[in-house]
């Protein structure tokens, strides 16, 4: 089974700065997908960045940037230019490529906050 | 975006009684999933669904059922209460390939007193 690992329960960022989210996943598939997911108080799950293990090319979304290790299994999401509406829980999720019935599972999640 | 809406948006209820939680979908996408999420946890599936009438059990399926008798509603029910079920519920669909992810409801925070 795979799993995915978020060992950082919370980080704070100065608004404007950068900061680094992590994560780690463990599987035994060649084919995957890789996802981050924003959750700001309202509780909305909002996708923010998606990965598609075969693609070495790291996937970027505006201030949203990821860096994918595929031999590590590391999958850390950078957010540029931080603003006070980053603040959120963010989640780590993976799914396999196998087919459309394939369940996404979640990391534990992080909690970022960002001083004014 | 598919419309995916969940209700009730909050309930406390007792513990022992049954509780019945609603996701609509507007869009006939298949497969759609229940997941319930808590401090520590993160999100973790309870019961999935593949088509009318079918449906498997994810990794915390105990005390929970499912029913799917049209392709738009899911249906989560706790059959009988318990503290430990106090958690916010999700209900998501798979609007197409392994590459979407998946497409969130609003949640329902459900508190067993």
Redesign the interface.
């Known amino acids: 089974a795979q799993t995915?690992t978020?060992s950082q329960?919370e980080m704070s960022v100065q608004e404007a700065e950068t900061v680094t989210l992590s994560c780690t996943y463990d599987t035994s598939e060649s084919d995957?997908?890789l996802?981050w997911?924003k959750q700001p108080p309202?509780?909305?799950?909002i996708?923010v960045i998606?990965q598609?293990a075969y693609k070495q090319q790291n996937a970027t979304e505006n201030r949203f940037s990821v860096n994918f290790q595929k031999a590590a299994k590391s999958f850390s999401l950078k957010i540029s230019d931080s603003q006070l509406g980053d603040a959120a829980m963010y989640?780590c999720?993976y799914?396999?490529?196998?087919?459309?019935?394939?369940?996404?599972?979640?990391?534990?999640?992080i909690t970022l906050s960002v001083r004014p | 975006d598919a419309g995916i809406t969940q209700s009730p948006r909050h309930k406390v209820t007792e513990t022992g009684t049954p509780v019945t939680l609603r996701c609509h979908q507007t869009e006939n996408h298949?497969?759609m999933?229940w997941?319930r999420q808590d401090p520590?946890?993160?999100?973790?599936?309870i019961h999935?669904s593949?088509g009318v009438k079918d449906t498997d059990k994810?990794e915390v399926s105990d005390g929970y059922s499912v029913s799917r008798s049209k392709t738009e509603d899911f249906l989560l029910t706790l059959e009988s209460a318990t503290s430990s079920q106090t958690s916010?519920y999700?209900c998501?669909i798979?609007e197409?390939?392994?590459?979407y992810?998946?497409t969130?409801g609003?949640?329902t925070?459900l508190t067993v007193v």
């Open positions: 995915v978020q329960p995957y997908y996802f997911y309202s509780r909305q799950m996708l998606r598609e989640f999720a799914r396999s490529a196998s087919g459309a019935n394939s369940k996404l599972t979640f990391g534990k999640g | 298949r497969y999933y997941y520590g946890h993160g999100l973790r599936l999935y593949y994810g916010v999700f998501a798979s197409g390939g392994p590459d992810g998946y969130f609003s949640g925070r």
